[in-house]
């Protein structure tokens, strides 16, 4: 019973992301995802208590992969330059894979909903920014690296770069990938960025 609970559960968060991706500055409202799940809105409410829920597990989801990847890519990677790099484009390469799920991160999708919603987006960033610093002053000591910048504006001039292509995605209607040419543009990003102290 429990299984195919949670199951129906994804199934309604599956329609909801596919629902924000194939209908790009659309509301969209429970009577809809209903339809889209093939069951009743009091069905939807049983599992759901509001609509704001449903976009909650939504961001719990993004919230999940991103931070458990970046774990092992902490976990992994060796050297800070190549860490930032690593967890700036996995959060483009998830969003280039889940458009739908983009126009939460982007704040679009959340229009007319929750105060709470925008909120947790707002922590989801912040979290990420803060990632970024962690790497960075870790390596200031282990590998003589300094930025250019404070470390602070450093790492938000950097997660800014990587917004900035994920609205672009949003406002293309999902047709300019957020990670293309990133390679390139990351290479002159990180030679404006960071600077190894020799020595």
């Known amino acids: 019973m429990d299984n195919r609970k949670s199951s129906r559960k994804e199934q309604i968060l599956q329609a909801l992301a596919s629902m924000l991706e ?36 939504l961001i719990a989801f993004i919230e999940e992969t991103i931070f458990s990847r970046i774990s ?5 990677e060796g050297s800070a330059v190549a860490r930032c790099e690593k967890v700036l484009t996995l959060l483009l390469a998830f969003t280039e894979r889940n458009p739908g799920i983009t126009r939460i991160l982007t704040g679009d999708a959340l229009a007319g909903e929750t105060d709470r919603l925008r909120a947790r987006v707002v922590q989801f960033y912040d979290r990420l920014e803060s990632q970024l610093k962690q790497i960075i002053r870790e390596a200031e ?8 910048l404070p470390v602070g504006m450093a790492c938000n001039l950097l997660l800014a770069a990587a917004e900035g292509r994920i609205s672009q ?3 293309s209607e999902f047709k300019r990938r957020p990670t293309e040419n990133w390679s390139d543009q990351w290479s002159q990003l990180a030679q404006a960025v ?3 102290e020799q020595g």
Not at 38 to 57: C, D, N, T, W
């Open 141 to 148: 000591v282990s590998e003589r690296l300094r930025t250019r």
């Open 169 to 171: 995605f949003v406002r």
């Open 72 to 76: 092992l890519i902490v976990a992994e």
């Open 22 to 57: 194939s209908s790009p500055g659309a509301r969209i409202t429970t009577s809809g995802l209903a339809k889209e799940v093939g069951v009743s809105e009091a069905a939807l409410y049983r599992h759901f208590p509001s609509k704001a829920k449903m976009f909650e597990g």
């Open 194 to 196: 960071f600077v190894i």
